[in-house]
Structure formats: structure tokens, C-alpha cells
């Protein structure tokens, strides 16, 4: 007995005018599948849509619709259409046989029947069908599949979508940040400065390095400290500046480490600590000399354990931080003076970083001279200055004790002063020999004298006063000053005074009053 018939019993349809013939049909196969008979044409076609058959066996000599006719009809009827006809035929001759498999017979079984051959036959057929049918259950669970993996390929791409509009709209600042404080805005190309972006390459490659940078003022280690993070695996996570020798002895704690609410009058809302807002990301600790030794004590802790307590909490939370320390004190000198932890020195020191001072990079000047014409002349939306020869090498003979922030000072103060011209030396705002200037390393490099311009010293054309404190004279006698005001007392145009007036305002020493162009601004 066919092992298929066993597990569900198929469905046979036999259509034979012989009455003889079914009967003994019906004993052949009866055992193994359930049988279905019609001795007509026309009643096995309405029974094979009606039972649906796995398999039809249909004689060829029948009368009125012969088994061609028949045959003719189930192909062309979509319910019949799929279902297997085996003819039964007397005849074997070549012509007969192709003509019922070009009508879609798949298969004939001749007379008189051979039980063994006729078996076969139709085992085989049906095996076919179950295989077939198989097939496209198993298809269709795939293309189901398919489907409902293209809906979440297409739900997950919307998803992505989402967050990445989203990340957009909440990342700008970083993004911008990231343009900015990368390696491309460095600009230099003297072996010390070379030697530096590889340094910061190489940190940026190790993100739980501790690093301290070392540097006179001025030299960019805020500018440093975020090429390092921007560049390495943290430059998704924040970047935190603390300034330590801005913050109150009695709210460090607070400030570092966060409180909850209640913790102490004031604490009206739990908050995080410097800390825990650089989680994942970076802890940049400038002017880390100034740090008084309390705190120092208490941050050592928690570079050991990295973890952090609330003020007012007992519960501990784990912090994930690399920390930047730079500062322009001389470390060694405060820990031999017992100001300074040299435990926390060492566990700060992963990795030192030596910023050279601009006076010793001063094959830089040039291209740091175009690098801050170009930027600063966007800021301000003026066409890029121009500098001549005389000035550009009054620059090259400058001590710069203020480093390159100094320098970007000069070039922002000369494009005010020159009012669109070139950049002549008498527009360079320098200190004078006798200002007093902040100590500076040893070096063995000759003393280099500060270059000046020679003019009268007044309010209105004098390069040793910065523009701002021009207007804060003018105001100081007049009150309020406007944008055209503001031309008339620096002999500049619309845009460099709109630019200052902004600049100040946004440092917090002016207060704008007004709207557009009748906008007015006064001492804060």
C-alpha cells in the first residue's frame, strides 16, 4: 500500500462509458485513494469541479464528448485547469498519444489494465502533485515571508530615517562642532606643529587615555582637547569644558559630582554633576592647576573608581568619562610645593601633550594669517582681507605672548581698522614695549621687540585701544550707540559694525534695544 495513500487519502475521478471497466478500476485502486465515477462526458466534467480530484483517469472512446473533448473542456475551466488527467486508451498508436499530451494528458495506461503498471502510474502522478503542491505552499510561505521581511526592512528604513532626522535636529551644534574642531581646522605646517597632529592622531585612536596638555595661554589646548575627542570613538558622546579655577570651593562638590534634591537650601531639583553629563564622552578639565586641593583629593577618587555619589545620595553610579586636563602652571613646581596632588598628576599623565608657543612655530604665521582672513571675514560678511607685505612681516617679528588667540585678535582688530583696504602695519593692534606681558618660558631663542605703529594716542585713531573699549567710552559720555554711530566713531561700514555691536552684546557688555533699524545699544 502506497505510504502517501496511508497518511491521507487521495481523490480519483474516473470517467469510461464501460461500466466493466470502472468496476474494475475501482478494485485496482479503491484500497489506496477515494473513488469518484462517471460513465458520461458531461457528468465527469461537473464532478471534477464539484469533488475537485487529485487525478482524473479518462477513457478516450466514450460518446457524445470523447475523451479529447473532455479533456478539452478541464483544461480550459480554471477549476479543472490544474488537475492531472491520465487517458485510458486502447489504442498506442504514435498520433493518438501526441495529440492527448499537446492537450495536456500527463500520462496514458492502456488496455487491458496491468494492476502493477496502473498503480505506478497513477502513484506516480500523484506523488507529483503532492510534490508540486509542496512547492507552492512552500512558496507562498516564502513569499509571505519575503513580504513580511520588506515590510520590516521598509519599517526599520523609516525608523532610521526618523532617527536620523531626529539625530539631526538634536545634533547640529555637534555636528558643527565636529567640522570644527577636527583635524582640518589646524593649520600650520613647521615641524613642531607637524609633530602635534600626530600626537593628537594617535589619541585619538586610544579613547580612555587620560591626556594632559601643556601650554602657555593662548596656544589652543581647548583646540587640542576637542580634536581629540571629535576624532576618536567618543565623538558621538558630550564634550563637558570645566573651567577650575571658576568654580566656588563650596559648590565643587555639587558641580562635579551632581546632587539630589533637598541636599542643601537652594537644591530644589536633583542635579547631574559635570561628570555624569560627560558620560560617554569627554571631561575637558582647563586651568587644572588652579584646582584647590580638596577637590583634587575627591577627584582622584573618582578616576580610580569611576564612580560618582550625588551630593545627599549614598548610591553610587558607574561613569563611563575620558578626562582632558590642561593648564598653563608649571605642575611640578606646585607638587613640590604640596599644592598639587602628584597622585593625580600620575593618574592624569596617560599621555603629556607640549603645545609649542607660536614665537616657535613662526613658519605658521602666514598660513594662520589667510586661515583667520578667511574665517573671520565670513563671521563678520565681508569680502576676504587683504595683507601687505610690511604688515605680514611686522607679524613674523612679533613675540605674540598671547599665542595664536592673540594673533586672531590682531587680524580681527585690523580688519575693522583698515575699512575694506589692505592691512597696512599702522592697522596692527600690538602690545607696546612697555605693557606689561606675561612670563614666558626660557628660551635660547634671541629677544624678539614687539612692533608697534607710531600714531597719537586718542580715542578716535589710536591702534593701542580695542574698538570695544571705544564704544564703551562713547557710551560711557553719550549713553547709546547705533550702527551708524558706531561707523562714525570707528571709520568703519555697515557690516564690521554690525558684527562688533553683536559680538559685544553677545559677550554680555552691551544690552540691544530695539528692532532693525532703529536698534540702539547701551552698557550692560
Given amino acids: ?92 498508436s504514435v498520433e493518438t498519444i501526441i495529440k492527448g499530451f499537446s492537450m495536456g494528458v500527463v500520462d496514458y495506461v492502456t488496455k487491458p489494465f496491468n494492476a502493477a503498471e496502473l498503480n505506478a502510474r497513477v502513484q506516480t502522478q500523484i506523488r507529483l502533485q503532492i510534490q508540486q503542491q509542496a512547492l507552492q505552499q512552500q512558496n507562498q510561505e516564502l513569499q509571505a515571508l519575503n513580504q513580511q521581511l520588506q515590510q520590516e526592512i521598509t519599517h526599520r528604513q523609516q525608523v532610521e530615517i526618523a532617527l536620523q532626522d ?31 597632529i600626530e600626537q593628537i592622531r594617535r589619541l585619538q585612536k586610544f579613547d580612555k587615555t587620560s591626556v594632559l596638555i601643556l601650554g602657555e595661554s593662548g596656544t589652543g589646548k581647548e583646540l587640542v582637547a576637542r580634536a581629540i575627542h571629535y576624532g576618536s570613538l567618543r565623538m558621538q558622546g558630550p564634550f563637558i569644558t570645566v573651567n577650575c579655577s571658576a568654580i566656588p570651593t563650596e559648590l565643587a562638590d555639587s558641580a562635579f559630582f551632581g546632587h539630589i534634591k533637598g541636599a542643601f537650601t537652594g537644591a530644589q531639583a536633583t542635579h547631574k554633576g559635570y561628570f555624569e553629563a560627560a558620560d560617554g564622552g569627554t571631561l575637558f578639565l582647563d586651568e587644572l592647576g588652579d584646582m584647590p586641593l580638596m577637590m583634587q583629593t575627591k577627584l582622584l577618587r573618582v578616576l580610580e573608581d569611576r564612580k560618582v555619589i550625588r551630593v545627599g545620595s549614598t548610591t553610587e553610579k558607574s561613569v563611563d568619562v575620558r578626562v582632558i586636563a590642561a593648564t598653563n602652571s608649571h605642575l611640578e613646581q606646585r607638587i613640590q610645593d604640596k599644592s598639587f596632588r602628584q597622585d593625580l598628576y600620575h593618574r592624569l599623565t596617560g599621555y603629556t601633550i607640549h603645545l609649542p608657543p607660536l614665537r616657535k612655530r613662526r613658519e605658521d604665521i602666514t598660513l594662520l594669517v589667510e ?32 599665542n595664536i588667540r592673540e594673533l586672531r585678535n590682531i587680524i ?91 559680538k559685544m552684546n553677545k559677550a554680555q557688555q552691551l544690552i540691544r534695544k530695539g528692532e532693525r533699524r532703529w536698534a540702539f545699544y547701551c552698557l550692560a
Fill in 1 to 92: 500500500m502506497n505510504t502517501v495513500a496511508k497518511q491521507s487519502k487521495r481523490k480519483l475521478l474516473l470517467i469510461d462509458d464501460a461500466s466493466n471497466n470502472i468496476e474494475l478500476l475501482f478494485d485496482m485502486l479503491s484500497d489506496d485513494y477515494e473513488i469518484f465515477f462517471a460513465t458520461e462526458g458531461h457528468k465527469g466534467i461537473a464532478l471534477a469541479k464539484s469533488k475537485q480530484p487529485d487525478l482524473i483517469l479518462l477513457d478516450i472512446v466514450m460518446p457524445v464528448l470523447d475523451g479529447f473533448a473532455v479533456c478539452q473542456q478541464l483544461k480550459t475551466a480554471p477549476e479543472t485547469a490544474q488537475i492531472p488527467v491520465i487517458f485510458l486508451t486502447a489504442e498506442s
Fill in 371 to 402: 586661515h583667520f582672513l578667511q574665517l573671520l571675514a565670513e563671521e563678520m560678511s565681508l569680502v576676504q582681507g587683504f595683507i601687505s607685505t610690511d604688515a605680514l612681516q611686522t607679524l613674523k617679528q612679533y613675540s605674540f605672548p598671547g
Fill in 412 to 502: 580681527e582688530h585690523a580688519l575693522i581698522s583698515s575699512n575694506g583696504q589692505p592691512i597696512q602695519a599702522q592697522h596692527l593692534h600690538l602690545i607696546q614695549p612697555n605693557e606689561v606681558l606675561p612670563k614666558v618660558e626660557a628660551s635660547s631663542e634671541p629677544p624678539v621687540t614687539a612692533v608697534v605703529s607710531e600714531q597719537p594716542m586718542n580715542i578716535h585713531n589710536s591702534p593701542t585701544m580695542e574698538n570695544e573699549q571705544k564704544i564703551i567710552q562713547y557710551l560711557q559720555e553719550f549713553s547709546q550707540i547705533n550702527n551708524i554711530e558706531c561707523q562714525q566713531l570707528l571709520n568703519i561700514n555697515h557690516h564690521q559694525a554690525s558684527y562688533l555691536l553683536k
Fill in 166 to 196: 531626529a539625530d539631526q535636529k538634536i545634533s547640529v551644534l555637534s555636528s558643527r562642532e565636529a567640522k570644527r574642531w577636527k583635524l582640518e581646522a589646524f593649520v600650520g605646517h613647521s615641524p613642531c606643529f607637524l609633530e602635534l
